[in-house]
T-cell receptor, first 108, second 113 residues
Framework: DAKTTQPTSMDCAEGRAANLPCNHS???????VYWYRQIHSQGPQYIIHGLKNNETNEMASLIITEDRKSSTLILPHATLRDTAVYYCIGQGAQKLVFGQGTRLTINP | SAVISQKPSRDICQRGTSLTIQCQVD?????MFWYRQQPGQSLTLIAT?????????ESGFVIDKFPISRPNLTFSTLTVSNMSPEDSSIYLCSVEVMGTEAFFGQGTRLTVV
């Protein structure tokens, strides 16, 4: 599994777009980029994943650079309930290897 | 999707004792995963449990300390044996469905005194 690097913490104003970066320069060609989040005292929750193309679902958008060495998770209209630790994971095998993640705080 | 129930949700245990954590899934899954999350830390994979075979443990985790059972495709248990205060953590069960996203239980918050 690829090693990922994320900022330790970020702040965002409520209603604005939250852009969370992730570096995964060692990712291999068959490894997907997954994003999960963990709200305090809960189990991690799947957000989105992608291989090469940008992806969008009801929760977020995922922008992957053409060289696949980095990606950005976008929460288009952040709410207070989006305050959580966000994990970027490069996954080839079925098991998930979690890094330290980014603690995102949404401020009113 | 998958709904995972973990029991107990929390417990306070005496050092030297053992605790068995149960994980029940509402659908049949091939692989189940057990994670540990120490206070203020990220999740660390303990082992992968396949039905009908021995669990596969990650580096730093051994079967004598964390025995795992997987009697069928919807159920698994993790036992934390001979507990010490350093075992105080949240233990989480996870499954992967359709080879895409993983689903997690709410975790078992263990305090060893």
């Amino acid at each position: 599994d690829a090693k990922t690097t994320q900022p330790t913490s970020m702040d965002c104003a409520e209603g604005r777009a939250a852009n969370l970066p992730c570096n995964h320069s060692t990712i291999s060609g068959n490894e997907y980029v997954y994003w999960y989040r963990q709200i305090h005292s809960q189990g991690p929750q799947y957000i989105i994943h992608g291989l090469k193309n940008n992806e969008t679902n009801e929760m977020a958008s995922l922008i992957i650079t053409e060289d696949r060495k980095s990606s950005t998770l976008i929460l288009p209209h952040a709410t207070l309930r989006d305050t959580a630790v966000y994990y970027c994971i490069g996954q080839g095998a079925q098991k998930l290897v979690f890094g330290q993640g980014t603690r995102l705080t949404i401020n009113p | 999707s998958a709904v995972i129930s973990q029991k107990p949700s929390r417990d306070i245990c005496q050092r030297g004792t053992s605790l068995t954590i149960q994980c029940q899934v509402d659908s049949q899954v091939t692989m189940m995963f057990w994670y540990r999350q120490q206070p203020g830390q990220s999740l660390t994979l303990i082992a992968t449990a396949n039905q009908g075979s021995e669990a596969t443990y990650e580096s730093g985790f051994v079967i004598d300390k964390f025995p795992i059972s997987r009697p069928n495709l919807t159920f698994s248990t993790l036992t934390v044996s001979n507990m010490s205060p350093e075992d105080s953590s949240i233990y989480l069960c996870s499954v992967e469905v359709m080879g895409t996203e993983a689903f997690f239980g709410q975790g078992t918050r263990l305090t060893v005194v």
